[in-house]
Nanobody, 120 residues
Framework: QVQLVESGGGLVQAGGSLRLSCAAS????MGWFRQAPGKEREFVAA????????GIADSVNGRFTISRDNAKNTLNLQMNNLKPEDTAVYFC?????????????????WGQGTQVTVSS
């Protein structure tokens, strides 16, 4: 069983930055999803095991960057120029096989989530 533990969430003003991290072990494709109140969980970004292939949602492209450090078993999400609409619980996810996917159902393991709140 893969355990994923997110950290780095918090409250920030619009235009600010946060860096999320996820501690995970194993050679998996990893992703970030988010879920705002009353909305479905949506894809944010993903990266394959080598870090050579990445996918990112249009809504955050140019503001968010996904990266991983396999030596430290860490997945990161650097979030810049945050907007109130980025407010959500952010989840780390891992996929046993296959490359980057936008599909929530393609991921096999999930963290508990970390709250990100952006005030206007």
């Amino acid at each position: 069983q893969v355990q994923l533990v997110e950290s780095g969430g918090g409250l920030v003003q619009a235009g600010g930055s946060l860096r999320l991290s996820c501690a995970a072990s194993g050679s998996y494709t990893m992703g970030w999803f988010r879920q705002a109140p009353g909305k479905e969980r949506e894809f944010v970004a993903a990266v394959n095991w080598s870090g050579g292939t990445k996918g990112i949602a249009d809504s955050v492209n140019g503001r968010f960057t996904i990266s991983r450090d396999n030596a430290k078993n860490t997945l990161n999400l650097q979030m810049n120029n945050l907007k109130p609409e980025d407010t959500a619980v952010y989840f780390c996810a891992a996929r046993r096989s296959g490359g980057c996917s936008y599909g929530r159902s393609d991921y096999d393991y999930w963290g508990q989530g970390t709250q990100v709140t952006v005030s206007s």
